[in-house]
């Protein structure tokens, strides 16, 4: 994509080569920020880590840093702004977005979720942020234009920069179905050949793609669309100088020998991946992060000279006096004052309402992204045991994509919740027969580990040498099955087969959420 002809141009514009050499010696500086997968969190956690106010400071401090040595500074969100926290859902994320404006966001990637809400929100969400959404891959199917602008170039004193936005493909798989009425989303690869010509004739000096795809190692992305991996590793050598992304939700984080770090504490040294003369760097999720890649522009030739994942106020438990406690990995960041007295507000709002007391639990349901859609876990299990039970279905299934968070023993409140199953779904059932069920299942059950598709399961469905059995006993093909699920899923959600219009199906009108605390209280 980019052809570096700048010598030539620079010729032209000066009276000498010799004029034009010296302004290609100059060396120019350029530090990106980034963050992704914010997924509602502008305010700090119950252990006071992350939030937007801590993470202002931390830009702040790096802008005036590399101010001060004659740089340039871009900050970039990977997308995903929406769904996760009930402060921010309730008041469709509205303090995230007005707090990325008052953090000075430059651009961020369209992602998945950012179609959670109606395109009229989507559209007030952009004038809230004042940030541009960047899709070059998304098309509106009735007038096959593009919905979101390509790309942002940036002009900083001579420093050309574009920044192209991306968005994976499964957000029409993974998404609401009407999304397939609205939009076509393209091959992000064949995109970005497409723009080569109008980015070439605009002659950036750094030239990133920021994305909304994932980061699969060695782009094994099984069955989840492809990622920036693949996407580095399908166009020319050296098309993109960065991939920074979004959606996987990992700390991508390397040695400088390429190889990835097995182990990653926050405060690490880290090095992004590397594919076909690209970087590709993510920053996790929630806004733990801020991401800093710092490069330098000479002759051409775009360097990368610094990197880090940077923590924002995050703390490990640790044994104190005998006692465990949370303790900072790195020094605390202050929380700017300004972004407090903004986003408080919406804070007390939404809090004001769910925070309060459902039950005790005696030990951690576990939901994190990287345990529960990769492996059974307690909380998965409840989850289809409550839509089981409360349906007197026979089985019940839930995919690992809708569950968002965990639930720490102790006090569970009605926010805990909420965080776990931010969505609104409600419980729906369809009756089976033995032979349906078993080949609706082995749909069900090819998901691979780490997708949002990998099925949680009720505790009386087991897997016996690759046999279903429902309470110990195998699957009888004239059988008759109650099978209880996500109305989500049910529509095709997460890949799975659509059962939303089989004869037998009903939609209960239970709210997921609402099932799951009527559970945890009945058996706490």
């Known amino acids: 994509?980019?052809?570096?002809?700048?010598?030539?141009?620079?010729?032209?514009?000066?009276?000498?080569?010799?004029?034009?050499?010296?302004?290609?010696?100059q060396e120019q500086y350029l530090t990106v920020l980034h963050t992704n997968d914010?997924?509602?969190?502008?305010?700090k956690d119950e252990r006071d880590q992350a939030g937007m106010a801590a993470r202002k400071t931390l830009i702040d401090s790096i802008r005036d840093e590399v101010a001060s040595k004659g740089g340039q500074t871009l900050l970039l969100s990977g997308g995903d702004i929406n769904t996760g926290v009930p402060e921010s859902d309730m008041q469709y994320a509205k303090p995230d977005f007005i707090g990325m404006k008052y953090l000075g966001y430059d651009a961020m990637a369209v992602g998945n979720h950012e179609f959670d809400v109606s395109y009229g929100i989507m559209n007030m969400q952009q004038v809230w942020s004042q940030v541009p959404f960047l899709s070059a891959n998304i098309y509106d199917k009735s007038t096959n234009e593009r919905s979101f602008a390509p790309y942002k170039l940036f002009d900083f004193d001579g420093l050309r920069?574009?920044?192209?936005?991306?968005?994976?493909?499964?957000t029409l798989k993974v998404g609401s179905s009407t999304l397939k009425q609205k939009y076509i989303i393209n091959d992000p690869s064949q995109e970005v050949l497409k723009l080569t010509k109008e980015l070439d004739a605009k002659s950036p000096d750094v030239v990133i793609a920021l994305t909304h795809m994932g980061h699969y190692v060695n782009g094994e992305h099984g069955s989840n669309a492809y990622g920036d991996v693949t996407l580095a590793n399908n166009l020319p050598n050296g098309t993109l100088d960065a991939i920074i992304g979004g959606h996987s939700q990992n700390a991508v984080c390397y040695q400088k020998n390429s190889r990835?770090?097995?182990?990653?504490?926050p405060g690490d040294a880290c090095w992004p991946d590397r594919h076909n003369g690209t970087w590709i760097m993510q920053a996790q999720e929630w806004g733990r992060f801020v991401g800093r890649a710092d490069f330098i522009i000479k002759e051409g030739v775009v360097e990368l000279i610094n990197y880090q994942l940077i923590p924002v106020n995050l703390k490990k438990k640790v044994k104190l006096d005998g006692n465990k406690k949370y303790v900072l990995y790195q020094n605390e960041i202050d929380q700017?004052?300004?972004?407090i007295s903004l986003l408080k507000p919406y804070y007390e709002k939404g809090n004001n309402l769910i925070n309060y007391r459902i039950t005790n639990i005696a030990q951690r349901l576990e939901g994190d992204r990287k345990v529960v859609r990769s492996q059974q876990t307690n909380l998965g299990n409840v989850i289809s045991d409550s839509m089981m039970v409360k349906t007197g279905a026979d089985l019940a299934?839930?995919?690992?994509?809708?569950?968002?968070?965990?639930?720490?023993?102790?006090?569970?409140?009605?926010?805990?919740?909420?965080?776990?199953?931010?969505?609104?779904?409600?419980i729906v059932t369809v009756e089976l027969s033995g032979s349906e069920l078993k080949t609706y299942?082995?749909?069900?059950?090819?998901?691979?580990?780490?997708?949002?598709?990998?099925?949680?399961?009720s505790t009386n469905f087991n897997l016996v040498d690759g046999e279903v059995t429902i309470d110990g006993k195998k699957l009888s093909p004239t059988n008759t099955y109650k099978l209880a699920l996500s109305s989500y899923a049910s529509r095709g959600g997460d890949g799975y087969p659509k059962l939303n219009k089989h004869p037998t199906y009903?939609?209960?009108?239970?709210?997921?959420a609402d099932v799951l605390k009527e559970f945890l209280i009945q058996n706490n």
Do not use: C
Request: no cysteine; proline share 2%; net charge negative.
């Open 397 to 426: 299934i839930m995919n690992s994509g809708g569950i968002r968070d965990s639930i720490d023993e102790g006090e569970v409140t009605y926010r805990n919740i909420l965080k776990v199953l931010p969505w609104g779904n409600s």
């Open 506 to 512: 009903v939609d209960t009108g239970y709210l997921d």
């Open 336 to 339: 700017d004052e300004d972004i």
């Open 1 to 25: 994509m980019k052809i570096r002809l700048t010598l030539i141009t620079l010729v032209l514009a000066f009276s000498s080569a010799s004029d034009a050499e010296e302004v290609m010696n």
């Open 161 to 170: 920069v574009a920044v192209l936005g991306l968005t994976t493909t499964d």
């Open 260 to 265: 990835k770090k097995e182990v990653f504490e």
């Open 441 to 457: 299942l082995s749909e069900v059950l090819k998901k691979t580990p780490g997708s949002g598709g990998y099925v949680q399961r």
């Open 38 to 43: 914010h997924h509602g969190r502008f305010w």
